[in-house]
């Protein structure tokens, strides 16, 4: 007897939620360790490496990962083979592209973001795509069968493997260098991609002949949203990219200090949106109000949730800077002042972009992030080049600050949105939170006085 629909879809949602929290976790607890075993400058270097690597994947991910899904998941019998055969050989031919580029310009990208040390962590990264090519898409082949169990498991066996080694090493107090990382990630990569198999092997079926009008298909699909997260990335990346270029990595190392305890906020935030982005679909069709009150309540919502972090985070910066990396990095205390504020912001954009998306006007959201990403390249380099690493924080801050009021204006005409109306539903959300508890412990003593006259 097959288990009943809604158990089937809360199972499948809650490996999904586990696999981003594995994901992030192993990702944080790692860098903590990293800032206590690496000197400052190497630090940096491993900063730049991750910013330049993580845009490349996010890249080869967006021209296969939505498309294979797509189309594997309405796909007839007889055409599911001939397109796992095109997705595969596009992920394979993609890869190849990138990789021998990688390795072939490592001296360059390492001379060009002042980190020479760099240009061996990227040669041995053009191994690392290529093992990450079945990793991808064997997840890409479960997740459009519905089924995200295996992708919770290969990615927790690929950043866990990670940190374990990293973390034996620390308490091991073993030397571990830059060229060890880059190796250990050809390790994870290849534990990952046998987990997937595993899991995976059962959706797994492929035609001996290529049919280049899939190939092409996926592939044209693939640009717009390729497209779109490269804006993203480039966005969220162009601070430490440009403080690499203009100051150098001892530079990146402090940000990057500040910019991790930023970065905690964006889990309730992204959150929020893998549970919005149906929702908007389905709320389209009722009406502008309906998508105005899922927009505003939603962004409320998460306010109400990082609200208390940005506060404690604002006046104990100094001692949260102790905690996450060293005394070393002290002075990115007044850096983390600023780019806690960037969570004020970060709602309004991430919910924006997710409505739109949703209700099926992903060229908007796709012009408003090339806009961001530009805004944020220009901002970055005039603040970095008039007060040095805190010129990051200031660009990257005004930027949000621009966009925001460009967002809401859009929205506005669109749907109505006003956006101080989240403000009220952050208000209320806590309200409603203080009555549970409230009525939680009511009920709660009323059963101890019960059982105490029992």
């Not at 690496?38 to 630090?43: A, C, G, I």
């Not at 990219?241 to 990146?252: K, T």
């Not at 660009?395 to 506005?412: C, D, E, K, S, V």
Request: hydrophobic fraction near 55%; glycine fraction near 8%.
């Amino acid at each position: 007897m097959s288990p009943p629909k809604n158990s089937y879809w809360l199972r499948s949602g809650l490996f999904s939620i586990f696999e981003k929290g594995s994901v992030f976790v192993f990702g944080f607890g790692t860098m903590l360790i990293l800032f206590r075993i690496l000197t400052m400058e190497q630090m940096g270097a491993w900063g730049i490496f991750l910013a330049v690597t993580s845009f490349l994947e996010v890249g080869l991910i967006g021209l296969i990962q939505n498309a294979t899904v797509k189309y594997l998941t309405t796909a007839e019998e007889k055409d599911y083979g001939k397109i796992s055969t095109a997705s595969l050989f596009l992920n394979f031919s993609l890869t190849a592209i990138f990789s021998i580029l990688i390795f072939f310009t490592a001296h360059q990208i390492g001379a060009y973001f002042n980190v020479e040390a760099a240009a061996e962590l990227f040669k041995v990264y053009s191994i690392t795509l290529f093992l990450l090519i079945p990793f991808y898409q064997f997840n890409f082949t479960q997740q459009a069968n519905l089924d995200f169990k295996g992708i919770f498991w290969s990615n927790f066996g690929r950043k866990g493997i990670f940190f374990l080694i990293v973390f034996g090493a620390f308490v091991a107090n073993y030397d571990i260098g830059l060229l060890d990382l880059a190796w250990l990630q050809i390790i994870a990569a290849l534990l990952g991609s046998i987990i997937a198999y595993i899991f995976a092997k059962r959706y797994l079926r492929f035609n001996w002949k290529l049919e280049f009008k899939w190939v092409a298909e996926l592939f044209y699909f693939g640009v717009f949203v390729c497209g779109t997260n490269l804006s993203t990335m480039l966005y969220k990346n162009i601070d430490r990219l440009m403080l690499g270029r203009l100051i150098g990595p001892s530079a990146v190392a402090i940000y990057e200090a500040a910019i991790k305890v930023t970065n905690l906020i964006e889990v309730p935030s992204m959150s929020v949106a893998s549970v919005v982005f149906p929702q908007g679909a389905k709320q389209a069709k009722d009406g502008k109000q309906a998508v105005r009150n899922l927009y505003e309540k939603s962004v409320g919502a998460i306010f109400a949730l990082i609200l208390p972090f940005i506060l404690f985070i604002s006046i104990f910066p100094e001692f949260i800077i102790r905690i996450i990396a060293t005394e070393e990095y002290i002075e990115a205390v007044p850096i983390l002042r600023l780019t806690i504020l960037f969570g004020l912001f970060l709602p309004f954009a991430i919910q924006f972009g997710t409505v739109l998306d949703s209700i099926g006007k992903p060229k908007i959201n796709f012009v408003f992030t090339i806009i961001g990403a530009f805004l944020n390249a220009f901002f970055n380099w005039f603040f970095i080049s008039k007060y040095g690493i805190i010129g990051a924080a200031y660009g990257t801050l005004t930027t949000y600050i621009l966009t925001f009021f460009g967002n809401q204006i859009l929205l506005y005409k669109m749907f109505g949105v006003k956006a101080h109306n989240s403000f009220y539903y952050a208000y209320d959300f806590y309200i409603q939170a203080f009555n549970m508890a409230k009525g939680y412990l009511g009920k709660k003593n009323n059963l101890i006085e019960s059982k105490t006259e029992v």
